[in-house]
């Protein structure tokens, strides 16, 4: 499949110049002319890099950034009219990977859009299987195991330990993990995912003395390694 790369780009001519090399490259390409559309359009398709220009109506880019980064740790390079340290610092810390002022040689931005993209897919081993530390969870097989040792599972408890190992380091909302595990139709209670949350603490963290699960106050989960 082709990798994805979202352009969030005002200026039509510069988005457009954009999305016609990318293609070239052989990228597919989305593109949204404006901050909240292309907050929309990161958070439900299925996007593997996002080029976000800085100074966007709707949504600015560093708030489209915060928000994106609040739900997914897709690749995010920057982009902005002026060569100003502020900008920069302020684009970095909304979560940005990279960073470019607009005088960029397009043969720069591909470079640095393959470095952001192998730099992610490093950490992509198996398609199949997920691991933190000695816990492997093999998606094919709805199987989880702990050095080696099988641990058995309910099918929601398998769901909801494979979406939080997919976002390992993310700080995933309760309602988010309603919507991705047990689906938008879902009307119950958001305490579900709490209750399911001290099933799988028991099945994955108490019995082998780790922490993967973390509760983040006020927020939801987030999963982890203790020793990374
Ligand atoms: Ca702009």
């Not at 790369?5 to 293609?23: N, P, Q, S, T, Y």
């Amino acid at each position: 499949m082709k990798t994805t790369i979202l352009v969030i780009e005002d200026e039509v001519k510069i988005a457009r110049f954009l999305e016609l090399e990318l293609m070239h490259e052989g990228y597919a390409v989305q593109v949204a002319y404006d901050g909240r559309l292309g907050y929309e359009k990161a958070i439900s398709e299925d996007v593997d890099l996002i080029i976000l220009d800085l100074m966007l109506p709707g949504l600015s880019g560093i708030e489209v950034c915060r928000r994106v980064r609040r739900e997914s740790d897709v690749p995010i390079i920057m982009l902005t009219a002026k060569d100003d340290v502020s900008d920069k610092v302020m684009g970095l810390d909304s979560g940005a990977d990279d960073y470019m002022t607009k005088s960029f040689a397009i043969e720069e931005l591909l470079a640095r859009i393959r470095v952001v993209l192998k730099r992610k897919g490093k950490n992509e081993t198996n398609n199949n299987r997920l691991e933190s530390g000695k816990l492997s969870l093999f998606k094919d097989e709805y199987r989880v195991t702990y050095d080696g040792r099988e641990i058995l599972l309910s099918k929601k408890e398998f769901e909801l330990l494979r979406y939080l190992m997919e976002n390992q380091g993310i700080v995933l909302s309760r309602e988010k993990i309603l919507d991705q595990v047990w689906g938008y139709d879902f009307y119950g209670d958001t305490n579900v995912t709490d209750v399911y949350i001290k099933y799988l603490r028991n099945k994955i963290d108490q019995p082998f003395g780790m922490q993967f699960i973390h509760t983040v106050r006020g927020v939801g989960y987030t999963f982890k390694h203790n020793e990374e």
